[in-house]
């Protein structure tokens, strides 16, 4: 156990819909990672937030959003669902967020777009 | 360009053997390098790292070895047991915070 919690574990929901994955970094973690994992695919980077700012942002769609709230837990929204949306999303977090540091991974969520 | 390359996208290897995995990237910006282990529906999981001034690290039957010069760094499995079966992502960090990962060996050990 990582020590990161990401609810839910599963969400089934039909495209067009909305939906909002919740992740808890490992206690003292100050930022939070989202990656995408489609399936047979590696891990794609979406973004990062360090102490409720936004530090770095890979490929995030524009229907995708996050933030990081003051209790440093942090959501990923995602909206307006495509069937290629469905994955494993998972939640990773780290200390400082330094370039160098390890970031332990949450147990993921995994999305199914029907 | 950005990608790490990882080669083979799958191996498999008689219970003792040893596997061998290689990555390599372009971005001399790189100076952190972790391995994931993912088994099938699970998180990736840490199984171990190097930094860019030391040239190999090594944890009982792991070891990763870094070549900065020629920008390439590779993950030494010694006596493979069944339970190393599993997929193993490689990774390195970029000079802008974001991480980006190999595409994945899917591993497997042959009792």
């Known amino acids: 156990d990582s020590g990161v919690t990401q609810t839910p574990k599963h969400l089934i929901t039909a495209t067009g819909q909305r939906v909002t994955l919740r992740c808890s970094p490992r206690s003292g973690d100050l930022s939070v990672y989202w990656y995408q994992q489609s399936l047979d695919q590696g891990l794609q980077f979406l973004i990062q937030y360090y102490n409720g700012e936004e530090r770095a942002k890979g490929n995030i769609l524009e229907r995708f959003s996050a933030q990081q709230f003051p209790d440093l837990h942090s959501e990923l929204n995602l909206s307006s669902l495509e069937l290629g949306d469905s994955a494993l999303y998972f939640c990773?977090?780290?200390?400082?967020?330094?370039?160098?540091?390890?970031?332990?991974f949450g147990p993921g969520t995994r999305l199914l777009v029907l | 360009g950005e990608n790490v390359e990882q080669h083979p996208s799958t191996l498999s290897v008689q219970e003792g053997d040893s596997a061998v995995i290689k990555c390599t990237y372009s971005?001399?910006?790189?100076?952190?390098f972790p391995w994931y282990k993912q088994e099938l529906g699970k998180r990736p999981q840490l199984i171990i790292d190097i930094r860019s001034n030391v040239g190999e690290k090594k944890d009982q039957r792991i070891a990763v070895t870094l070549n900065k010069t020629a920008k390439h760094f590779s993950l030494h499995i010694t006596e493979t047991q069944p339970e190393d079966s599993a997929v193993y992502f490689c990774a390195r960090n970029t000079g802008t915070y974001k991480y980006i990962f190999g595409t994945g060996t899917r591993l497997k050990v042959l009792a």
């Open positions: 971005d001399s910006a790189s100076n952190y």
């Open positions: 990773a977090s780290s200390v400082y967020g330094g370039r160098d540091e390890t970031q332990y």
